[in-house]
T-cell receptor, first 115, second 114 residues
Framework: EPEVTQTPSHQVTQMGQEVILRCVPI?????FYWYRQILGQKVEFLVS????????KSEIFDDQFSVERPDGSNFTLKIRSTKLEDSAMYFC?????????????FGPGTRLLVL | GDSVTQMEGPVTLSEEAFLTINCTYT??????LFWYVQYPGEGLQLLLK?????DKGSNKGFEATYRKETTSFHLEKGSVQVSDSAVYFC?????????????FGKGTKLTVNP
């Protein structure tokens, strides 16, 4: 069964460094998402992406964050200058169908720790 | 915006016990409702969903019914197994201005003891 994959599974970085989290969505899916979960808190929406552009972004998704689909298979989340509060589990998700249809399928997550 | 409130855990049960995890939501429209499960060390997996009022989602012995009048989507299972130990997330899909996102509850950790 096709699945969403994410790399790395764990990432430790120093405050102020750039990190890139990678995701490979399911191959025939068209809608892509990033969510994050700070330890002990809710899973929060960060950004949605369709047709090579951002559809919606949350207040969390400030200028330090960017997303890209560089090669038609990968979907990346870049944090330009990490802060301590960026430490969280980051989940990628993808969906085949449009609004109100289909299901978002999630990857296993990348646990990011900023020191 | 829309929100989801679910029963805080942790919940500890013995094998074959009955499980209920409460979930209520606040939404301006008519969202689809979901239960996702996260087994230890794994990602979020869809457990079941319901797309309109009075729909019942079911999977692996779990059930939840979309109750518009009480804005609830409680998860139930008649007889839990050790392998059901996981974190369970209630979620709704919020559609706004041509885009869609999931809004999650905080998650409920379930431990089932033999």
């Amino acid at each position: 069964e096709p699945e969403v994959t994410q790399t790395p599974s764990h990432q430790v970085t120093q405050m102020g460094q750039e990190v890139i989290l990678r995701c490979v969505p399911i191959s025939n899916h068209l809608y892509f998402y990033w969510y994050r979960q700070i330890l002990g808190q809710k899973v929060e929406f960060l950004v949605s992406f369709y047709n090579n552009e951002i559809s919606e972004k949350s207040e969390i998704f400030d200028d330090q964050f960017s997303v890209e689909r560089p090669d038609g298979s990968n979907f990346t989340l870049k944090i330009r200058s990490t802060k301590l509060e960026d430490s969280a589990m980051y989940f990628c998700a993808s969906k085949r169908s449009g609004l109100g249809q289909g299901t978002q399928y999630f990857g296993p997550g990348t646990r990011l720790l900023v020191l | 915006g829309d929100s989801v409130t679910q029963m805080e855990g942790p919940v500890t049960l013995s094998e074959e016990a009955f499980l209920t995890i409460n979930c209520t939501y606040t939404a301006t429209g008519y969202p689809s409702l979901f239960w996702y499960v996260q087994y230890p060390g794994e990602g979020l997996q869809l457990l079941l969903k319901a797309t309109k009022a009075d729909d019942k989602g079911s999977n692996k012995g779990f059930e939840a019914t979309y109750r518009k009048e009480t804005t609830s989507f409680h998860l139930e299972k008649g007889s839990v197994q050790v392998s059901d130990s996981a974190v369970y997330f209630c979620a709704l899909s919020e559609t706004q201005g041509g885009s869609e996102k999931l809004v999650f509850g905080k998650g409920t950790k379930l431990t089932v003891n033999p």
